[in-house]
């Protein structure tokens, strides 16, 4: 049983468009959502992380949105650049797990120049 | 954050053989994880590496198959024993924050296994 799932798969944008990738989780014990990125050849790496007692965090041009009812997590890159290319995690933990994250399946990000 | 590093890279293995990577942290962290990430796919978290105890394994794999040694607090060795085709993967060591920030995690690059 997948516990988050992540769509799209992959994702082709133009350079200055805004990529949007979502997840969605099923067990409602999850207080952590981060997202991570990862290069080929790379560990994946915390870009951004959100905890459900809010709706929205904004760092730079990456925003998690958040939307506890729906039990969804969404990231919106703006301005995407051809740098942002590469494949973007969902995950999802409990604080008294410490730390251990649930991953969804990732989404290929393509920026197109 | 944290600096971790692992070795090898990666390796090309014969059927049957052993491999042990290793993990190294620059500073001391309390969790050490192992990952596998199969080729274009997600992480799957294999065991956490408990300092001075014995690993806990997630659902799915065992100690005999992926024994973990942590003698320390800044590195961890996993060991893929008696290897098949399907264990040719991408494994990751991760620790969380050093500085205990909540729920941090960070990776290592990662070690590319191809198992002939």
Not at chain 1, 6 to 23: A, E, H, Y
Not at chain 1, 87 to 111: E, H, M, P, Q, R
Not at chain 2, 78 to 105: F, H, K, R, W
Request: glycine share 6%; with cysteine; net charge neutral.
């Amino acid at each position: 049983q997948q516990q988050v799932k992540q769509s799209p798969q992959s994702l082709i944008v133009q350079k200055g468009g805004i990529s949007i990738i979502n997840c969605a989780y099923e067990n409602t014990a999850f207080d952590y959502f981060p997202w991570y990125q990862q290069f080929p050849g790379k560990g994946p790496a915390l870009l951004i992380a959100i905890r459900p007692d809010v709706s929205e965090k904004k760092e730079g041009r990456f925003t998690i949105s958040f939307n506890k009812s729906a039990k969804q997590f969404s990231l919106h890159i703006m301005d995407s650049q051809p740098g942002d290319s590469a494949t973007y995690f969902c995950a999802a933990s409990i604080v008294t797990n410490a730390g251990k994250s649930t991953f969804g399946d990732g989404t290929t990000l393509t920026v197109k120049p | 954050s944290a600096v971790i590093s692992q070795k090898p890279s990666r390796d090309i293995c014969q059927r049957g053989t052993s491999l042990t990577i290793q993990c190294q942290v620059d500073s001391q962290v309390t969790m050490m994880f192992w990952y596998r990430q199969q080729p274009g796919q997600s992480l799957t978290l294999i065991a956490t590496a408990n300092q001075g105890s014995e690993a806990t394994y997630e659902s799915g794999f065992v100690i005999d198959k992926f024994p973990i040694s942590r003698p320390n607090l800044t590195f961890s060795t996993l060991t893929v024993s008696n290897m098949s085709p399907e264990d040719s993967s991408i494994y990751l060591c991760s620790v969380d924050s050093p500085s205990g920030a909540y729920n941090e995690q960070f990776f290592g690059p990662g070690t590319r296994l191809t198992v002939l």
